[in-house]
């Protein structure tokens, strides 16, 4: 029962993950469900549902085909949707009933792509796994599939970059994305592609014209690497924030010219005694934040990450705390806490909180 849920709500699942990265680059995402995990997605983790069209269905999976494995039923609804819509590409997303009947979605991805000419890719979703899973294989299968070299050869630096793991789940509106742009542009960067928000398929496939990556956020990561393994591209990982865009300036021109350094920048130079501040969330964004606190106010400060395979993103004093019963341990002795609204009622009464709404955790309910 340690892993069960009493008063604070679950992160988004990978299912939703794959959708909100997705979301803008004129694919089909197209979820194997009986219908709950498109419910929960466009009436919790989208807030662009209602402002913005995205190719997202689900397959309407019946008691029947399940028991039987008709997959062909499936696939025939899939390529007559194609064939009237024609997406860029087609993305498969599984769930809880097909995992557990060994759907084999590899196979029907290239089926249909033989079928249908339109690329299409499969997503090991299974709804047990949060948003980083699902996000982040989303946008690794599209750095495999879609980004091509570049037309040129790059002679010197052209002080470019692009973006890795920008999702509404972690950074809610467009607004926040163009903060962050901006700050880089002050620093003399040019943001050559956004992954994913703001931007088409058409410009994330022309990414390995910029210089390095920047990966903003847990979500990016996977991205990174095969960027990195395809064309040799540097990453640096951390959100640039008002308070740490210089260091991480810095960082980007050092990984452009190659010089061996931690990827990790906020990493770098945090404070090790114990912290006087506590931060929940995603590690990337979070972990900023928390470099960004301890440099401009000299407050130690801790992050607890309460989503999976983030330990490497993470530092010394800071710790990856799955379930309820172990994040309300860990905050007996918080004095301030800086996290989702919803955590409150797990922290102690006598602590200060400040709320930092996130939409991966409370879904469209602090959204202004």
Aim: charged share 25%; hydrophobic share 40%.
């Amino acid at each position: 029962m340690r892993q069960s849920y009493r008063i604070i709500p679950i992160y988004t699942a990978d299912v939703s993950g794959v959708c909100s990265a997705l979301y803008e680059l004129g694919g089909m995402i197209v979820m194997h469900d009986p219908s709950g995990c498109n419910s929960t997605y466009n009436t919790h983790d989208e807030i662009r549902w209602y402002d913005q069209d995205s190719l997202i269905f689900i397959s309407g999976l019946t008691e029947i085909d399940a028991i039987l494995g008709n997959d062909r039923k499936f696939i025939d609804d899939i390529e007559h949707a194609a064939r009237e819509l024609h997406p860029k590409f087609i993305a498969l997303a599984g769930s809880p009933i097909p995992f557990m009947n060994g759907t084999d979605f590899p196979a029907i991805a290239r089926v249909i792509e033989a079928e249908t000419g339109i690329p299409a890719f499969s997503v090991p979703t299974n709804g047990m796994h949060d948003y980083v899973y699902g996000a982040g294989i989303a946008l690794e299968e599209i750095a495999k599939r879609f980004v091509g070299m570049p037309d040129s050869k790059k002679d010197g630096s052209s002080r470019s970059v692009n973006l890795l793991g920008v999702t509404p789940l972690d950074f809610g509106p467009q607004e926040n994305v163009e903060l962050l742009k901006a700050n880089l542009e002050q620093y003399g960067w040019k943001v050559i592609s956004t992954w994913a928000m703001g931007d088409e398929l058409e410009t994330l496939q022309q990414s390995a014209e910029a210089d390095v990556n920047l990966v903003v956020s847990a979500v990016g990561l996977r991205a990174a690497k095969v960027l990195r393994e395809k064309f040799g591209m540097p990453y640096v990982i951390g959100t640039p924030n008002q308070w740490m865009v210089e260091e991480i300036s810095n960082a980007l021109d050092k990984a452009v010219v190659r010089q061996p350094e931690q990827p990790t920048v906020y990493l770098q130079n945090r404070m090790q005694q114990d912290a006087d501040i506590t931060l929940i969330g995603e590690p990337v964004t979070m972990g900023s934040l928390a470099a960004g606190i301890e440099k401009k106010y000299g407050c130690a400060v801790r992050v607890l990450c309460p989503l999976k395979e983030c330990e490497a993103l993470l530092g010394g004093k800071d710790k990856v705390l799955l379930g309820e019963e172990a994040m309300e341990e860990a905050l007996k002795d918080a004095k301030i806490i800086v996290a989702d609204p919803l955590y409150r009622p797990i922290c102690p009464k006598n602590s200060s909180f400040y709320e930092l709404p996130h939409v991966a955790f409370s879904g469209r309910i602090y959204i202004r």
